[in-house]
């Protein structure tokens, strides 16, 4: 199916491990989002790409790293999970700027 | 999947009855706005946008109104039922060094009584 998928659904880690989540979206688009979204805060940006090889910080990069090496893929990589990474991730896509997102239905992320 | 309904406003409507749901944002300058719907254990999805150059837009049993002078945004669901209970999220866009940036609401919770 055409859309944006994210693997994998639910993923439990320790701390100190690598962990990299899996972004695919098959409509093209230009504009890859990664977020994170926790309790009281709502959903916050953590990294973005503008196109293919062009990646940037958002409000919360700290001890994540991305890439984005072909459009239709944008790992996130957590390099040595910590206990405040647990959260809800999410990715998302767009065709512009000043266009609607679409969102993957996330990753639920623990790190014990 | 984790709730993301806890901590939030909440709106309780009666099934059938209008419901309205606001935002306030915080960029003067924002050009393009956003309504996304998020049920439990699901990614956010489009509801309706509004540009910067409109105060109204209707979709179907949806209307986003947009005030400029006090930034204020809200949603009007018409004739709620039970499958509009969700989590409701503003957002908006605005040009930030050359990146649009898109930034988002804490969020209200509606809750639809049957």
């Known amino acids: 199916d055409a859309g944006i998928t994210q693997s994998p659904r639910y993923k439990i880690t320790e701390t100190g491990r690598q962990v990299t989540l899996m972004c695919h979206q098959t409509w093209s688009h230009s504009y890859m989002f990664w977020y994170r979204q926790d309790l009281g805060h709502g959903l916050r940006l953590i990294y973005y790409?503008?196109?293919?090889?062009?990646?940037d910080k958002g409000e919360v990069p700290d001890g994540y790293v991305v890439s984005r090496s072909k459009t239709e893929n944008f790992p996130l990589t957590l390099e040595s999970a910590t206990r405040s990474q647990t959260s809800v991730y999410f990715c998302?896509?767009?065709?512009?700027?000043?266009?609607?997102?679409?969102f993957g239905s996330g990753t639920q992320l623990s790190v014990l | 999947g984790e709730s993301v309904g806890l901590h939030l406003p909440t709106l309780s409507v009666q099934e059938g009855d209008n419901s309205i749901i606001n935002c306030a944002y915080s960029n003067s300058a924002s050009d393009y706005f956003i309504w996304y719907k998020q049920e439990s254990g699901k990614g956010p999805q489009f509801i309706i946008d509004?540009?910067?150059?409109?105060d109204k837009r209707q979709g179907q049993r949806v209307t986003v109104l947009l005030n400029k002078t006090v930034k204020h945004l809200s949603l009007q669901i018409a004739a709620t039922q039970p499958g509009d209970s969700a989590v409701y999220f503003c957002?908006?866009?605005?040009?930030?060094?050359?990146?649009?940036?898109?930034?988002f609401g804490t969020g209200t919770k509606l809750q639809v009584i049957p």
């Open positions: 998302a896509s767009r065709g512009g700027t000043a266009e609607k997102l679409f």
């Open positions: 790409s503008a196109a293919a090889d062009i990646t």
């Open positions: 509004i540009r910067s150059n409109m």
């Open positions: 957002a908006e866009n605005s040009n930030s060094g050359g990146y649009q940036k898109v930034t």
